[in-house]
């Protein structure tokens, strides 16, 4: 790598795609713990997104986060845009954010103590595997919750309905942790396989 080694910070100002409807915000992956994660942590909180989530899994190798944490950078995550859409409230979280983080570190030395926010984002963590809800089978996906729902482990997250077949009762699916609703399928169509929906639960070591 030759950008990474002469930087300090790196943002990853990225979209959800088109697959899933989402609330923006930003991605937290650190060390366990150490000084690089604390200095993470204050610059999330200089971000100031209304939503982070906490990622446990490290970044799969080959990626810009993975290759920013091997050399020890300041490194954000987001995910700012969803179901193949632009959003004012994405753009704003961005904007806003990206002005705060430069702010936060000295790049920017032109804002106010007033025009700095305080921290206010809600730490939220993708458990693992029961995080995450997938299409049982093909068809036209229904979701019976909407983003930022507070839903309970056993609760029905939405159904496969089959338009080739109509007589066929459709397929539930079923939430596999309590927590809130982030992401949901964005288009109807869904093949076996797909993520229709992702839970997030509130972070109390943050």
């Known amino acids: ?5 002469m930087a300090d910070l790196f943002m990853d100002l990225h979209s959800g795609g088109s697959s899933l409807d989402l609330i923006p915000g930003v991605i937290m992956q650190a060390p366990s713990d150490g000084p690089l994660r604390e200095k993470i942590r204050e610059a ?14 490290v970044p799969w190798s080959g990626t810009s ?9 300041v490194a954000l995550g987001t995910e700012l845009g ?4 632009v959003s004012r409230q994405g753009l704003e979280i ?3 954010g990206v002005r705060n983080v430069l702010q936060h570190t000295g790049v920017f030395n032109n804002l106010s103590t007033s025009d700095m926010k305080p921290g206010q ?3 939220m963590r993708v458990s693992g595997p029961e995080s995450y809800v997938y299409a049982p089978a093909n068809g036209i996906y229904e979701a019976f919750d909407e983003l930022g729902a507070e839903v309970e482990m056993g609760d029905i997250a939405g159904c496969i309905h089959f338009l080739d077949d109509p007589g066929r009762a459709p397929v539930i699916t079923k939430y596999n942790q309590s927590g809130m609703l982030w992401c949901r399928r964005a288009p109807g169509l869904a093949i076996r396989g797909n993520c229709v929906g992702v839970v997030v639960t509130d972070c109390s070591d943050m």
């Open 1 to 5: 790598s030759v950008l990474f080694p």
């Open 44 to 57: 999330v909180l200089a971000f100031d997104a209304p939503l982070t989530v906490v990622m446990n899994s």
């Open 65 to 73: 986060m993975s290759a920013a944490l091997q050399h020890e950078l």
């Open 82 to 85: 969803s179901a193949g859409a």
């Open 94 to 96: 961005c904007q806003n």
């Open 121 to 123: 984002t809600r730490f």
